[in-house]
């Protein structure tokens, strides 16, 4: 069974400092791994989207890189601001017959604060 | 482009009453749409999945079903409500297995 991890559970950093999120999976079948953001009481906001295929991404300030080989896959946010303030969520996507359609299988997410 | 609307944002309901929050998504055909649960600390649950109209598959049993009356449509309903049932649902769409998920906004349930 498929089990994603994100360390630390929170974060707090200053403005302008480089944010480094990490998400860890036991399950190397994989589709995907996608990034999502979470305002408090919102929706979910995907990020990024890393195929299986693929070793990293990049939108703007924001890089992710995946290593499927050993599970992991890290978050950078780059020049960090209060704005980035929120709780980031990793999901991945199987492909084992038991992964039901596209299921996202989520961490528990990073909370991260940005004070000004 | 596609957008993904939920509905209502909240809902407070007393134990034992009906339940239906709809989601649809616009600009999209033949969308895979799924319905979430985010429970007080704890990690998005998947409740439902469709590939389809009619087609439904459920994750895990519980007090909750879902319908898919129309192509774009995915209504998560209820007969009768528990305490447990409270959360935060979300909806969500994606073209295939492997794409990119989009969410709605999702709706804040609270069951009294």
């Known amino acids: 069974k498929q089990e994603v991890t994100q360390i630390p559970a929170a974060l707090s950093v200053p403005e302008g400092e480089n944010l480094v999120l990490n998400c860890s999976f036991t399950?190397?079948?994989?589709?995907?791994l996608q990034w999502f953001r979470q305002d408090p009481g919102k929706g979910l906001t995907s990020l990024l989207l890393?195929?299986?295929?693929?070793r990293e991404q990049t939108s703007g300030r924001l890089n992710a890189s995946l290593d499927k080989s050993s599970g992991r896959s890290t978050l950078y946010i780059a020049a960090s601001q209060p704005g980035d303030s929120a709780t980031y969520l990793c999901?991945?996507?199987?492909?084992?017959?038991?992964?039901?359609?596209?299921?996202?299988?989520f961490g528990a997410g990073t909370q991260v604060v940005v004070t000004p | 482009s596609q957008t993904i609307h939920q509905w209502p944002a909240t809902l407070v309901q007393p134990v034992g009453s009906p339940l239906s929050l709809e989601c649809t998504v616009e600009?999209?055909?033949?969308?895979?749409l799924y319905w979430y649960r985010q429970a007080a600390g704890r990690g998005l649950q998947l409740l439902f999945y469709?590939?389809?109209?009619?087609?439904i598959s459920s994750e895990v049993p519980q007090n909750l079903s879902a319908s898919r009356p129309q192509d774009r449509q995915f209504i998560l309903s209820s007969k009768k409500l528990l305490l447990s049932d409270s959360g935060f649902y979300l909806c969500?769409?994606?073209?295939?297995?492997?794409?990119?998920?989009?969410f709605g906004q999702g709706t804040r349930l609270t069951v009294v």
């Open positions: 969500a769409w994606r073209w295939n297995q492997g794409a990119e998920a989009f």
């Open positions: 399950d190397s079948a994989i589709y995907n």
């Open positions: 890393i195929q299986s295929s693929q």
């Open positions: 999901a991945v996507i199987g492909i084992r017959a038991t992964d039901s359609w596209g299921k996202l299988q």
């Open positions: 600009g999209t055909s033949n969308p895979n």
């Open positions: 469709s590939v389809g109209i009619g087609q």
